[in-house]
């Protein structure tokens, strides 16, 4: 059988490449490793104790209560009136299943995971997209199957909440952000704002990236003298018009304007009161204290988190050196996880999920620093970025998933460092090439140095 030439071969590249470059089949790729990974592990097999709390924590108390005509209340176990605890469209959302699928059964699980396996899959085309805008193809599509293959990314997929599909949409509103500034069409700051209300309805701690994102975009149009006031005040108030039917009602029902959640004292105190170590305190937490679940219902939503910020306000005043040093291990919590145990951490001192959030945190920071050296345009996005979404995690308390919106920028940022860093020889191989060229060059006649130093005299 002749050999395969080169020619021959050239096609069968060409199409290895269009494939793999393909953001569709990156983001089916993406769907089938979650789906595979939910029908083999069986994640949609939730365990019913504690009354099915494992099945979405609050979110599946409200969508219960959704589900049988009791309106959006009771987010803990037990029945306590109407709530503003969550924001409405992830309940929402699974109420929808389960008035489909039944309440707390199986099939509902796997039809929420499915749907948070969907959006968790588009993130790759919202990174691809941001990728496309600043650092080319190839970063572009590798960052994209990162996060595609990341048992991290999939991880998520699987956590009745609304993390998966706040991602996606912080991402696709970044990448609009920097789409704004290049094209600032009429049609894509009406998008923008109507994007921004449904994510603070989803996720409210993703509008600390707002302001960031709006004086970014102001800069960069007045510097091409083209900020289109019209547009920008049409979108503003198209993100209005979205969280209004929330805040309305909220006022109605629970009588206090309420705007986007009515937990942050509690998220306060979880984190900051006699006895915190930096992390959430849980077991103070109605989801799981009886006790706190009978003075949440007694007491009332608004006035039982009224009385956790008060406490957790008088502790912080009280103990402002003890609040420094939380907040500063909280700083550390955010970007390389919380304490863990494990295999790792008993043999060398960090845990697997340390070390995945350290490497991914450092290329990240590396990946920045490199792109402000490179004077990239979107470089104080990014680092407006990092410094303000963290920053009410860093008062409150952290989880591992907080950092989960933010996490397709930081693969971008240490993608780009890592191609970069491939494309061009580093600085050390150019020294020691540099070394071995001056080391290989012949040595001087006898006697030519001499000549040479007393023409330079005489000169």
């Not at 490199?370 to 009410?392: D, E, I, M, S």
Request: positive net charge.
């Amino acid at each position: 059988m002749p050999p395969t030439s080169a020619t021959d071969r050239a096609p069968a590249r060409s199409l290895t490449r269009r494939l793999l470059y393909s953001p569709a089949v990156i983001v089916a790729v993406a769907f089938v490793a979650r789906s595979v990974s939910l029908v083999l592990h069986h994640r949609y097999d939730i365990p019913a104790a504690y009354g099915h709390l494992f099945f979405g924590f609050e979110v599946g108390r409200i969508a219960s209560a959704l589900a049988s005509g009791h309106g959006f209340s009771s987010p803990f176990p037990g029945p306590s009136g109407a709530t503003a605890w969550l924001g409405p469209v992830y309940p929402a959302i699974v109420a929808g299943i389960f008035k489909i699928f039944g309440i707390y059964t199986p099939a509902s699980a796997l039809a929420a995971m499915v749907i948070n396996s969907v959006f968790s899959a588009l993130t790759c085309l919202a990174i691809y997209l941001i990728g496309m805008e600043l650092f080319g193809s190839a970063v572009a599509v590798w960052a994209a199957w990162a996060w595609a293959l990341l048992p991290y990314s999939i991880n998520w997929s699987f956590w009745i909440w609304e993390t998966a599909v706040s991602t996606f949409l912080f991402t696709l509103l970044f990448w609009l952000t920097l789409r704004l500034a290049r094209r600032p069409r009429a049609r894509t700051w009406a998008l923008y704002g109507l994007l921004w209300g449904v994510l603070a309805l989803t996720n409210a701690s993703c509008l600390s990236f707002l302001p960031v994102a709006a004086i970014w975009l102001w800069y960069r149009l007045r510097r091409q003298g083209q900020f289109p006031w019209a547009h920008a005040a049409t979108s503003a108030l198209l993100l209005v018009l979205a969280v209004s039917p929330w805040v309305t009602r909220n006022y109605l029902v629970m009588g206090k304007f309420i705007f986007p959640r009515s937990d942050f004292g509690e998220e306060l105190y979880m984190g900051n009161h006699p006895g915190s170590e930096g992390l959430c305190m849980f077991w103070d937490h109605p989801v799981w204290n009886k006790y706190e679940m009978a003075r949440f219902a007694q007491q009332g939503e608004l006035a039982y988190v009224a009385e956790k910020q008060k406490i957790a306000l008088e502790w912080m005043r009280a103990n402002p050196g003890r609040f420094a040093e939380l907040t500063l291990r909280r700083v550390g919590y955010f970007w390389f996880g919380i304490p863990e145990q494990g295999h790792l951490a008993r043999h060398f001192g960090i845990g697997s999920r340390h070390a995945l959030y350290f490497a991914v945190a450092l290329l990240a920071f590396w990946g920045l620093w490199l792109a402000f050296r490179r004077r990239q345009h979107a470089a104080w996005l990014f680092a407006g970025l990092f410094l303000f979404f963290p920053a009410v995690y860093y008062i409150t308390h952290c989880h591992p998933r907080y950092q989960h919106p933010i996490t397709p920028e930081m693969l971008l940022l240490a993608v780009f460092l890592l191609h970069s860093s491939w494309k061009e020889e580093p600085r050390f191989l150019r020294f020691g090439a540099r070394k071995s060229t001056l080391s290989s060059q012949p040595a001087p006649a006898p006697g030519e140095e001499e000549r040479v130093a007393v023409g330079r005299a005489r000169s």
